[in-house]
Nanobody
Framework: VQLQASGGGLVQAGGFLRLSCGVSRIMFGAYDMAWYRQAPGKERELVASITSGGETTYENSVKGRFTIFRDNYADAVYLQMNSLKPEDTAVYYC?????????WGQGTLVTVSS
């Protein structure tokens, strides 16, 4: 599988960004997808996930602000991030599990200034 994330950048607190992750070399529609993030000095954490059937889950701190969705025709998963806070600053990774192993994209940096 190949995972190509994009859409990160610098934004002021209260702003928004949409992350995109293009996926190739798998039957995308059959796979659950997720977004993780890793802030400086912290462990990587799950931000949001979406099943192949479209069910979603969110980390508590992003509920109501972030939305994960997928486009099975475009083989892509997205993370719409609204009302961004400085504590959302991190490298964001899209991921999936293939053959029992978690696969990561290269990450995209989101920086939220106060």
């Amino acid at each position: 599988v190949q995972l190509q994330a994009s859409g990160g950048g610098l934004v002021q607190a209260g702003g928004f960004l949409r992350l995109s992750c293009g996926v190739s070399r798998i039957m995308f529609g059959a796979y659950d997808m997720a977004w993780y993030r890793q802030a400086p000095g912290k462990e990587r954490e799950l931000v949001a996930s979406i099943t192949s059937g479209g069910e979603t889950t969110y980390e508590n701190s992003v509920k109501g602000r972030f939305t994960i969705f997928r486009d099975n025709y475009a083989d892509a998963v997205y993370l719409q991030m609204n009302s961004l806070k400085p504590e959302d600053t991190a490298v964001y990774y899209c991921s999936t599990v293939e053959r029992g192993l978690i696969r990561w994209g290269q990450g995209t940096l989101v920086t939220v200034s106060s």
